[in-house]
């Protein structure tokens, strides 16, 4: 069992940044992947970034090069750097891991980026 805890969101201006944290009650180390989704009002929830096996990581197209994902496996915790922010990536943003026997989600942090 892995209880995922965020902080971070809030408001901020087109252009502005965010970074986002995600606190895991255990090692992080053995997870199977453990990124960022998000997901805005009356869409799926879509993947925003995320570590896999091997410490490999993965970005929406829409994100490149204006988010980071970053983690620090002493704090068990995994972090999202956003810079350049625009209107559309308002959403709630939800912390995400996978163990090889269960998926676990954090409660979400709302992300609203004013035009």
């Known amino acids: 069992q892995v209880q995922l805890v965020e902080s971070g969101g809030g408001l901020v201006q087109a252009g502005g940044s965010l970074r986002l944290s995600c606190a895991a009650s255990?090692?992080?180390?053995?997870?199977?992947?453990m990124g960022w989704y998000r997901q805005a009002p009356g869409k799926q929830r879509e993947l925003v970034a995320a570590?896999?096996?091997?410490?490999?990581?993965n970005y929406a197209d829409s994100v490149k090069g204006r988010f980071t994902i970053s983690r620090d496996n002493a704090k068990n915790t995994v972090y999202l750097q956003m810079n350049s922010l625009k209107p559309e990536d308002t959403a709630v943003y939800y912390c995400?891991?996978?163990?090889?026997?269960?998926?676990?989600w954090g409660q979400g942090t709302q992300v609203t980026v004013s035009s």
């Open positions: 570590f896999t096996v091997g410490g490999s990581t």
């Open positions: 255990r090692s992080i180390f053995s997870l199977k992947s």
């Open positions: 995400g891991a996978s163990s090889y026997y269960d998926n676990y």
